[in-house]
């Protein structure tokens, strides 16, 4: 595996939740911090979650603080973000990436919320 590849996302009313995955590939370290990102319609990518993989520490931004959970599995090869009460802000493409010196973007996955 040589790409970031995300899934889990969809489509779902507002107060939904969803869980998406992000497969980490091997030319990233198990000890990368790592950033869940959203690119909403019409703005710029950014980050709203992050996990800093040596012992699973993780940040949020305001927007998203405590509705949203980012993870890892025990071999810190896949990566997790829990998405409760979700609202149609929210809507966006999700990708997983490296948060310093990020390695090519993956596919990214759609997550639609609506009201």
């Known amino acids: 595996q040589v790409q970031l590849v995300e899934s889990g996302g969809g489509s779902v009313q507002a107060g939904g939740s969803l869980t998406l995955s992000c497969v980490v590939p091997r030319n990233v370290d198990a000890d990368d911090v790592m950033g869940w990102y959203r690119q909403a319609p019409g703005k710029q990518r950014e980050v709203v979650a992050t996990?800093?993989?040596?012992?699973?520490?993780?940040t949020y931004i305001n927007a998203v603080k405590g509705r949203f959970t980012a993870s890892q599995d025990t071999a810190r090869t896949t990566m997790f973000l829990r998405m409760n009460d979700l609202k149609p802000e929210d809507t966006g493409i999700y990708h997983c990436?490296?948060?310093?010196?990020?390695?090519?973007w993956g596919q990214g996955t759609q997550v639609t919320v609506s009201s």
């Open positions: 990436n490296r948060l310093d010196r990020q390695v090519s």
């Open positions: 996990l800093r993989r040596p012992d699973g520490f993780a």
